[in-house]
C-alpha cells in the first residue's frame, strides 16, 4: 500500500472529513481553520506565492505585435530555447491561449431547458471554463507563451472542508490580428440525415456555413461534403475567389433525408483536405453532426482511431454538435485527440457565434509539442486535475500535454457575443484547475511554509522549431494545515476561479445526488453553492459584478426548478450561512 493510500486509511479511522474542492471522498482532507491567522501573514489576496525561476530567459528581438508568426521571443539562433538576456520584455498583449476540447456548456444547457436532470456523463469541466473570461497576469516570462500558475487555498462552498487549488493557464503577449491569418484550407462535412429535419437543425446547419462561406478569405479553399445513407463531395476544394455566391447557392439548398453514414463523410472531407495539403496554409475538417452513425462503419473506436491516423499527417479537425441525441463521447473525442475544439449549437447565437466569432482564432497554433509537468512538493499530493482529459496523474504530480495550442478571444466578462438568442461567452480560453492534498509531516513541528508544486512548461516554437522551457514555484505561506478563515488567494483571477470551480462541483454533486435518488440534496447544494456566489458576485470586479457569475447562477437556478418540479419538492431549502462567501 503506497505512502498516500496509508494517510488517507488514518485519517480516515480518526474520523477526518476527507474531501477537497469537490465533495468526493478521494478528494482531500479537511484543514485546522481555528488558529490565530497573525503571526505569518495575513490572508485574503497575495502577490508572491508564485515566482519565476531565474532561467526564465528574455527575448533577444522579434515584435510581439505580429498576428501569428514569425519569432516574437527567442533568436533564431538559439536552438537550446535559452536566450542570453535576462528580464522581462515589454509586454504589448495578453491573449489567453486554449488548448483544445470542449468549448462551451451547451450541450447541458439544453438538456436542462428540456425540463431534464443532465447525468454526470454529459457534464465536460473544459467546456464549463471555456465559458468563463479570466484574463490572465501579463505574460512577462520573454517568450510567445507563458504558464500562470496560481494559487486559492479556502474552505469549499458545498461543505466547508478544504479546497487547495492551482489554477494553470497559458497566455502570450502576441496582439492578435485575426484579419490577418494564414490562408485556409478547409472541408466541411456536414450531416444531412433524415433527423436533420427535427428542431430546423438544418436550418441552423445552413444558417452557419453562411456565416461561415461569408466570413471566409478570397485566397482560402473550401470543400463541401454531405452525408446521411452515403457520404458526396457537394462542392470539391477550390478557392472562395469567384466561386462565394455559387457556394452559399449549395449551401441554401442542403436537404435533410435518410441514415447516418459519419465514417465516410470524415473520410471523404480529410481526403478533400489531403488533396490540396499544403504546409504553408493551415489545413483543417469541420465535422457537423446531429446523432448516432448508423449506416457503414458505426464503432466509435474505429471512427476516432480512423480521424487520429490523419491527424497525424497535419490536419486539424472542429466537431460541432447539435440536438439532444447525438454520440458526446465520438465528437468531444474526435476533437480531443486532434487538439481541436468541439462546439455545440443550441441556438441561433450559439450558430453565429461559432462560425463568425471563433472561426478566425481555432484555425492556427500559436505553439506545438506543449507540455506542462506538475511535481507536488513533498509535503502535498496531487489528487485531481479539471479541464482536460490529456492531464494524466503519476505518482510524483502529473503531466498535460498536447500538439499545439490557439489563441482564445475574449479579454473580459463582459466581453460576450450577443445575439437574437441571447448571449454567447465562448472563447474564455482554457484552464487546469488541480486539486491538491496536503500530506502529514515528519516530526511535531510544521512547517511555516511550503512549497506547493513546481510547474513547468515546455513548448516548440514555430519557425525556429527551439524547445522553451520556463519553471514556476508555486509556495504557500502557512503551514500546510493552516487554513486562513476568509481564504488565500494570490490574485483576483484565481479568486473567481475558485467559485468557478465549485459552481461545477455543484452542479456535478447534484447530477450525482438527483439520478442517485437524492433529490432533496441534490437542489440543497445547489442552494449553498448559489447563496456564495450571489455573495462574492456582488463585490467582484470593483463591485461591477460579473457576467459568467450571473448566468452561472441563473443556470443553477433553472436547474434547482426542474429538480423540484420532477420530484414534487415543496419544502424550502435550508438557510445558508450567515456569511456566505467570507472573503467580501
Not at 365 to 373: E, L, M, Q, S
Not at 543 to 560: A, N, P, T
Request: net charge negative.
Amino acid at each position: 500500500m503506497s505512502r498516500r493510500a496509508l494517510v488517507l486509511m488514518s485519517l480516515l479511522v480518526a474520523g477526518t472529513s476527507v474531501s477537497a474542492c469537490g465533495d468526493d471522498e478521494s478528494a482531500g482532507f479537511a484543514m485546522e481553520s481555528t488558529r490565530d491567522s497573525s503571526g505569518g501573514g495575513g490572508g485574503g489576496s497575495a502577490d508572491t506565492s508564485s515566482s519565476p525561476r531565474p532561467d526564465a530567459s528574455m527575448p533577444s528581438g522579434g515584435d510581439t505585435s505580429m498576428p501569428w508568426g514569425g519569432d516574437t521571443s527567442s533568436s533564431p539562433n538559439d536552438a537550446s530555447g535559452t536566450a542570453d538576456t535576462a528580464g522581462p520584455s515589454d509586454v504589448t498583449g495578453n491573449t489567453n491561449i486554449s488548448f483544445g476540447g470542449a468549448q462551451d456548456f451547451g450541450y447541458v444547457r439544453s438538456i436542462i431547458e428540456s425540463g431534464r436532470v443532465p447525468r454526470p456523463a454529459d457534464l465536460d469541466p473544459a467546456g464549463f471554463f471555456a465559458e468563463h473570461s479570466t484574463p490572465l497576469p501579463d505574460p512577462v516570462c520573454g517568450r510567445r507563451i507563458c504558464v500562470q500558475a496560481m494559487l486559492g487555498v479556502m474552505g469549499n462552498l458545498i461543505n466547508g472542508n478544504n479546497c487547495t487549488m492551482l489554477q494553470l493557464g497559458m497566455n502570450s503577449p502576441i496582439v492578435v490580428d485575426p484579419s490577418d491569418r494564414p490562408p485556409l484550407t478547409l472541408a466541411v462535412t456536414i450531416d444531412v440525415s433524415g433527423s436533420m429535419e427535427a428542431g430546423d437543425k438544418i436550418g441552423y446547419v445552413r444558417q452557419g456555413l453562411e456565416r461561415l462561406v461569408s466570413s471566409l478569405n478570397d485566397d482560402d479553399q473550401l470543400a463541401l461534403i454531405t452525408y446521411e445513407n452515403v457520404a458526396r463531395t457537394v462542392w470539391h476544394m477550390q478557392p472562395i475567389r469567384s466561386n462565394r455566391n455559387t457556394i452559399l447557392q449549395i449551401v441554401r439548398g442542403l436537404q435533410a433525408n435518410g441514415g447516418t453514414n459519419l465514417h465516410d463523410g470524415l473520410k471523404m472531407a480529410y481526403d478533400a483536405v489531403s488533396s490540396a495539403y499544403d504546409s504553408g496554409r493551415q489545413n483543417r475538417v469541420i465535422l457537423l453532426s446531429d446523432g448516432q452513425p448508423t449506416t457503414g462503419v458505426t464503432s466509435t473506436a474505429a471512427i476516432i482511431a480512423m480521424s487520429a491516423a490523419r491527424n497525424s499527417d497535419g490536419i486539424g479537425l472542429t466537431t460541432v454538435g447539435l440536438g439532444s441525441d447525438f454520440n458526446l463521447e465520438l465528437m468531444r473525442g474526435l476533437a480531443e485527440q486532434a487538439d481541436g475544439n468541439f462546439y455545440f449549437l443550441e441556438n441561433s447565437t450559439a450558430v453565429d457565434e461559432v462560425f463568425t466569432e471563433e472561426l478566425a482564432y481555432f484555425t492556427l497554433p500559436v505553439a506545438f509539442d506543449v507540455t506542462i509537468d506538475v511535481r507536488s512538493g513533498n509535503l502535498y499530493s496531487l489528487v485531481r486535475a479539471n479541464g482536460s482529459s490529456r492531464f494524466v496523474l503519476d505518482d510524483g504530480g502529473g503531466t498535460f500535454s498536447v500538439p499545439s495550442v490557439f489563441f482564445a478571444h475574449r479579454q473580459a466578462p463582459d466581453d460576450v457575443f450577443e445575439g437574437e438568442d441571447g448571449v454567447g461567452r465562448r472563447g474564455g480560453g482554457s484552464m487546469l484547475v488541480l486539486e491538491l492534498m496536503p500530506e502529514v509531516w515528519d516530526g511535531e513541528v510544521p512547517p511555516e511554509a511550503a512549497d506547493v508544486a513546481e510547474v513547468t512548461l515546455t513548448f516548440r516554437e514555430p519557425g525556429t522549431n527551439a524547445i522553451l522551457e520556463e519553471k514556476v514555484v508555486v509556495n504557500y505561506p502557512y503551514s500546510p494545515d493552516y487554513l486562513v478563515p476568509t481564504g488565500f488567494f494570490e490574485n483576483a483571477i484565481v479568486t473567481k476561479s475558485f467559485v468557478v470551480l465549485n459552481i461545477y462541483f455543484a452542479i456535478e454533486e447534484a447530477a450525482l445526488r438527483f439520478h442517485g435518488g437524492q433529490a432533496v440534496a441534490a437542489r440543497d447544494v445547489l442552494a449553498r453553492v448559489i447563496a456564495a456566489a450571489e455573495d462574492y458576485e456582488d463585490s467582484a470586479n470593483d463591485g461591477q459584478g460579473d457576467l459568467d457569475i450571473r448566468f452561472d447562477i441563473e443556470l443553477m437556478q433553472d436547474l434547482i426548478g426542474v429538480i423540484e418540479r420532477l420530484s414534487n419538492i415543496n419544502q424550502p431549502p435550508p438557510q445558508p450561512p450567515a456569511d456566505p462567501w467570507p472573503l467580501d
